[in-house]
T-cell receptor, first 112, second 117 residues
Framework: RKEVEQDPGPFNVPEGATVAFNCTYSNSASQSFFWYRQDCRKEPKLLMSVYSSGNEDGRFTAQLNRASQYISLLIRDSKLSDSATYLCAVNSGAGNNRKLIWGLGTSLAVNP | DAEITQSPRHKITETGRQVTLACHQTWNHNNMFWYRQDLGHGLRLIHYSYGVHDTNKGEVSDGYSVSRSNTEDLPLTLESAASSQTSVYFC????????????????FGPGTRLTVL
């Protein structure tokens, strides 16, 4: 089993739809969780850190479920500009061995 | 504004040549990382550094080396380029946050697209 797994998609949704992605992780000791957005041929950009209590930023909501070891990203009222690949990242290790482990990404296409 | 830059943005080289990719950040971050991204494999960690003179191997370090002589720069060297090293290379940096739940947020450079013929 991979350390971090995501639905690859693609998710094709109409404008205005609500869409949710999940990301599962295997290391129960992980403490930091992130969602990044990556546009085609560009660098990943931080979308949200994921906190234990869940957090919301406009149309985007991130949740952490420690018991089932997954994080989720909910996008409400999808816009054409939300079309991108969404990467989740989870920390692993400690001290000089700490790093982020990345999922392969979930592709989202929002259609007019 | 503080930023992270990579150069060159595009590079074509021949098998067997030595290639160095530059990464420069002005955030004064202690932590710097090199990844490669290939279709079907996602972001894979090549090398990383947690401070000047510190370097560590990632999961795909064979054929690559780094050195950290100052805080701002972490150049990546391909000792003898191979066609399997054709990829997009991303540099990232981070600084541990005082908030435990947002530790090690990474910020990426624009990437270098390398083709080895």
């Amino acid at each position: 089993r991979k350390e971090v797994e995501q639905d690859p998609g693609p998710f094709n949704v109409p404008e205005g739809a609500t869409v949710a992605f999940n990301c599962t992780y295997s290391n129960s000791a992980s403490q930091s969780f992130f969602w990044y957005r990556q546009d085609c041929r560009k660098e990943p950009k931080l979308l949200m850190s994921v906190y234990s209590s869940g957090n919301e930023d406009g149309r985007f909501t991130a949740q952490l479920n420690r018991a089932s070891q997954y994080i989720s990203l909910l996008i409400r009222d999808s816009k054409l500009s939300d079309s991108a690949t969404y990467l989740c990242a989870v920390n692993s290790g400690a001290g000089n061995n700490r790093k982020l482990i990345w999922g392969l990404g979930t592709s989202l296409a929002v259609n007019p | 504004d503080a930023e992270i830059t990579q150069s060159p943005r595009h590079k074509i080289t021949e098998t067997g040549r030595q290639v160095t990719l530059a990464c420069h950040q002005t955030w004064n971050h202690n932590n710097m990382f090199w990844y490669r991204q290939d279709l079907g494999h996602g972001l894979r960690l090549i090398h990383y550094s947690y401070g000047v003179h510190d370097t560590n191997k990632g999961e795909v370090s064979d054929g690559y080396s780094v050195s950290r002589s100052n805080t701002e720069d972490l150049p990546l060297t391909l000792e003898s380029a191979a066609s399997s090293q054709t990829s997009v290379y991303f540099c990232a940096s981070s600084e541990p946050s005082v908030r435990r739940t947002s530790t090690d947020t990474q910020y990426f450079g624009p990437g270098t697209r390398l083709t080895v013929l």
